[in-house]
């Protein structure tokens, strides 16, 4: 089957999420469009125990209404100090009514005084095509748990997460330099590879 002449559809309608993975797949030759963009107003319950689990009920609720494949991602930090926590609940750690600056702030205050600080930000992403195949990619990124907010960039968690090998924050690197060693990018990156492979077929 070709895919080429196919639109795909972003599962997200996370803007930050959007505005990389379209950065991410646009050299490959696929007409990509979002949720938001076909009308489509769902709530898809997280109910899943790992992201991969939450990225496919996420792609397979999108595909299954568009009847186009569905790319979903879901992704979390995961802090060895906390015992992996936030995890697949990162996006509503501490509470679904705090922002995204207030969940820094509370990741910080259950870390106060903590040595122990390595983290990891993990991200699995999901196509689903409506005749029930799927391609499955994760990308992980490791560093440390700041004891401050650092930068503007960015979106979630990136103000406290310093990447190995950074001196800066994720909200304080440029868009490439960020693309280029975050989970999301790798996940994507190996993502994209798969795609081309599967539009061969």
Do not use: W
């Not at 509470?95 to 509370?106: D, S």
């Not at 490791?142 to 004891?147: A, E, N, V």
């Not at 909200?171 to 490439?176: D, K, M, R």
């Amino acid at each position: 089957m070709v895919f080429c002449d196919m639109k795909y559809v972003l599962a997200t309608s996370n803007p930050g999420k959007v505005v990389e993975m379209r950065k991410i797949l646009a050299e490959l030759d696929i007409d990509i469009v979002t949720r938001d963009e076909l009308g489509i107003d769902i709530d898809v319950k997280e109910t899943g125990t790992t992201f991969l689990e939450n990225a496919i009920l996420k792609a397979d609720a999108i595909c299954a209404i568009t009847d186009l494949p569905a790319i979903a991602d879901d992704s979390g930090l995961i802090v060895n100090a906390l015992g992996g926590e936030p995890g697949v609940y990162s996006s509503s750690y501490g509470g679904e009514e705090l922002t995204a600056e207030e969940r820094c702030k509370y990741l910080l205050s259950k870390m106060e005084n903590m040595e122990q600080r390595d983290a990891k930000f993990v991200c699995t992403i999901v196509c689903s095509y409506p005749d029930g195949s799927k391609i499955t990619s994760t990308g992980e990124c490791s560093g440390k748990i700041t004891t401050q907010l650092r930068g503007l960039k960015g979106f979630g968690y990136d103000p406290v997460f310093l990447p190995d090998d950074e001196i800066k924050t994720m909200a304080e690197l440029t868009s490439n330099r960020k693309n280029s060693i975050s989970h999301r990018g790798k996940a994507l990156r190996n993502f994209y590879k798969l795609l081309k492979l599967k539009k061969r077929v």
